[in-house]
């Protein structure tokens, strides 16, 4: 057997551990029940000193658990100080390990509490805001750590379970999951890219009078972006410089990434260049590509 060949079968029978954490409020229950339902054993809110006997167990019975989500929240604070240790164990063990950091913009977070009627855990005699930024303060080092993060702030449970399902269900070899994001500036810029690109260097379909109405996912937008010299150099000169990136995401056991792209509006420019980039990646039997077209519907 070849040597590459060999060593995706040893990685393919590698169990998977996720500890899925973040923000109160911010999605963690709806991204371990759609795991669950996905077929992730989920275990909810362990301390984390239990997770390196979590990942002896795994590694004993990777047929009867491979892939093993953990939820770690607020309630486990006073155990923090030992978590950093736990995942810096698991990162070394023979287990396929990554985690997940939840997060959204503070009146987002605010709103869910209002709609529920719910009182943040750590808000005391305060308010939810005052919660926020306590807890905020106590993750800043876990949300630097995080495999990947999620902000959840312009998502329903609907599409944040679509996401969750497009990052983690995928079957075979390791795969990257990147995901590739439209956006617009006007709306502002997402907080969980790893990497992010301007389209507003191309004319702007907006002011076409035909073209307003349409998107970049259709055919006159399309080739009106692409008719632009700039675009098609841009789109190869960067696929270029993505190679070693994805490279090296492989090299250092990065699974997941996302890369925004954005335009003024999150409509045209930025739609049909995300398309594209989607479309080319996605021949690289290495990388699953996840398409999000955040503020394609905005008006």
Known sequence: MPEEQSLQTDFRKRPEILVI?????AGRSTAANTLEDEGWYVVDNIPPQMLEALADLVTCAPDSMPKLAVGIDIRSRALFNDLPAAIDTLRKSD???SMLFMDAKDKDIIARYEAQRRPHPLQGEGRVLDGIVRER???SELKEAADSVIDTSDMNVHQLA????EMYSQKGPKLLNLTLMSFGFKYGAPSDANMMVDMRFIPNPHWVPELRALTGKDAGVRDFVFQNPGTLEFVENYLQALRPVITGYR????HYATIAIGCTGGKHRSVAVTEELARRLSENPEIHVNIQHRDIGRE
Not at 21 to 25: C, D, F, N, V
């Open 21 to 25: 954490t973040g923000i109160s409020g």
């Open 95 to 97: 287990v396929e390990f």
């Open 137 to 139: 303060k106590l993750f």
């Open 162 to 165: 679509k996401t969750i399902r």
């Open 251 to 254: 090299h250092e056991g990065k």
